[in-house]
């Protein structure tokens, strides 16, 4: 009786769930160690449109690969409604990517999201969604958008694939976003394209949301937000750092695209980093160096190379020196780890 009572308190349209049929159905495709805020943030702007609206507007189920309980990498378990093989036609599919992408490789989900995608349904990624869109070649020849930490290791797997920093990308019948709160802007996008901007705006301000934030802004802080330095010198060089990993720049050529010598770089960069500038950019591409070990494929002496070292024995010396293993234990301890389902973002 408690569990009726429940389920017809969760179905009150005073909360804009409705039992009756919506104008626009959504379907959530869940994968193990999905983002639970990026699935909430797309979710609930549907449901208060619902309640701001009066009108079913929206209806959200969610599927699983098998119809089975999906963990979110929060360890929250969600309940899925349909499985890939008995889910009805919606109008549009969005897919809730796994927290290390390269974990999850299910060829029935592709050849079932390039059937929707022949049908014409629309298709969307939050967060590692959009490896998902990707391995199934359903973003070939579209402008796609995926979380930062992710995005090397998604342009050295699909370096055919136009893949942006935006926070959101619409192109045509596809959509991709960042994930984590970037999946409400993108949501509050489409609900202004339905619905207007009026709703949108009120969807917003329900959520103690200041301002809908356009695709271009950036998903990460600026340099000087994150690292709290002011100085202009130093916050550009390390702007070069960051942009040239692959073929790093030596210190004289950093201190001259800055103005200052060589010798006063290195004083900067003790006084606010307490390290050489060499030290500090080798730990930089070390650290890109694990995040490609961690969410590619990629042979050693790729990634190596990716990050800008000239052998795969000094990247591995380097690497060893930084985090306590060699690039190929990083991998095989990484794996071992995803496998149990622990996420390590």
Known sequence: MASAETDQLIRDPKFGVYDTPAEREFGFL???????????????????????????????????????????????????????????GFETVVVCGAHEPSSFQDARVCNWLRKLAAQGVRLGAIETGSHVL?????????????????MPGFREAFPHIDASSELYEFDRNRFTCAGGTSALDMMLQIIEEQ??????VACAENFIYNVIRKPTEAQRM???????????NLLECLELMEANLEQPLTPAELADAVGVSKRQLERLFQRYMAATPARYYT????????????????????VALACGFPSPGYFSHRYRALFGLSPREQRATHRHRDNRGMPLR
Request: charged letters at 20%; one cysteine or more; hydrophobic letters at 40%.
């Open 30 to 88: 869940l994968v193990p160690t999905f983002s639970m805020l990026g699935f909430v943030s797309a979710v609930e702007p549907l449901r208060v449109a619902n309640r701001l609206s009066g009108r079913a507007l929206y209806a959200w189920h969610v599927i699983s690969v098998a119809g089975e309980r999906i963990a979110a990498n929060n360890g929250m378990q969600q309940s899925a409604e349909f499985s890939i093989t008995d889910a009805p």
């Open 134 to 150: 990707a391995q199934a070649r359903l973003l070939d020849g579209y402008r796609c958008t995926i979380h930062w930490e992710n």
């Open 283 to 302: 730990e930089l591409r070390l650290r890109q160096g694990r995040r490609l070990l961690e969410q590619t494929s990629m042979p050693i002496t790729d």
């Open 195 to 200: 619905h207007g901007y009026d709703l949108a």
């Open 222 to 232: 600026t340099l000087r937000e994150r690292t709290g330095i002011t100085n202009r």
